[in-house]
């Protein structure tokens, strides 16, 4: 079977790749839109690559709608800013 992450799943780490060193970086954000189309961002931790970052779901209403989520990494330094690419993520309804 394939692994699948469920509908108000706590523990869910969540890894987006910048693809450049943000060991500078003073804000990490993760950015994300739920399949209704709401907006809103997660405070973004720094992995040990200094390449990532990464949210952990702590809580069920984190990721609470099923459905197709994006999620987009925003990093900024004191001197840029940047935002990386566009990851998906499909969320499943439980059965029960």
Do not use: C, H
């Amino acid at each position: 079977m394939s692994e699948y992450i469920f509908k108000g799943a706590i523990g869910v780490k969540i890894i987006l790749d910048v693809e450049i060193d943000i060991s500078a970086s003073t804000l990490r954000t993760i950015k994300y839109r739920k399949p209704s189309g709401v907006i809103s961002s997660w405070v973004g931790a720094l992995e040990a690559d200094n390449l990532s970052i990464s949210y952990t779901t702590t809580v069920a209403t984190d990721l609470d709608e099923s459905g197709t989520w994006k999620f987009q990494a925003y990093v900024e330094t004191p001197s840029w800013s940047l935002n990386g690419a566009i990851a998906k993520l499909n969320i499943e309804e439980p059965l029960f």
